[in-house]
Nanobody, 123 residues
Framework: QVHLVESGGGLVQAGGSLRLSCAAS?????????MGWFRQAPGKEREFVAV????????YYTDSVKGRFTISRDNAKNTVYLDMNSLKLEDTAVYYC???????????????WGKGPQVAVPS
């Protein structure tokens, strides 16, 4: 079992930046898992934002965040990060951290999920 605890959400003006962090409880297991960030806006399905394999060699971003968001991980700290820059109104959502055995962009392949901090970019 892997427990994921996110932090760093909040309210930020358009054009601003936030860093989300996700700490995993189970060290050895979680350090070999693919980790990802997904988000869900009100009335919409959960969507892929960024994912990374266990050693950071491969990353994928959804088109709308390329060049603005960066996913990274520190396996020594069992933590994955999402640095979000140039935030836009459409980035407003609940952001979920997820962990799973394979690197994919589909949410249902991920086994463990955090509770999700809210990121709000007011108009």
């Amino acid at each position: 079992q892997v427990h994921l605890v996110e932090s760093g959400g909040g309210l930020v003006q358009a054009g601003g930046s936030l860093r989300l962090s996700c700490a995993a409880s189970s060290g050895r297991t979680s350090s070999t898992y693919a980790m990802g960030w997904f988000r869900q806006a009100p009335g919409k399905e959960r969507e892929f934002v960024a994912v990374m394999d266990w050693n950071g060699d491969n990353t994928y971003y959804t088109d709308s965040v390329k060049g603005r968001f960066t996913i990274s991980r520190d396996n020594a700290k069992n933590t994955v990060y999402l640095d979000m820059n140039s935030l836009k109104l459409e980035d407003t959502a609940v952001y979920y951290c997820a962990a799973g055995p394979i690197l994919v962009v589909t949410p249902h392949e991920y086994l463990y999920w955090g509770k999700g901090p809210q990121v709000a970019v007011p108009s």
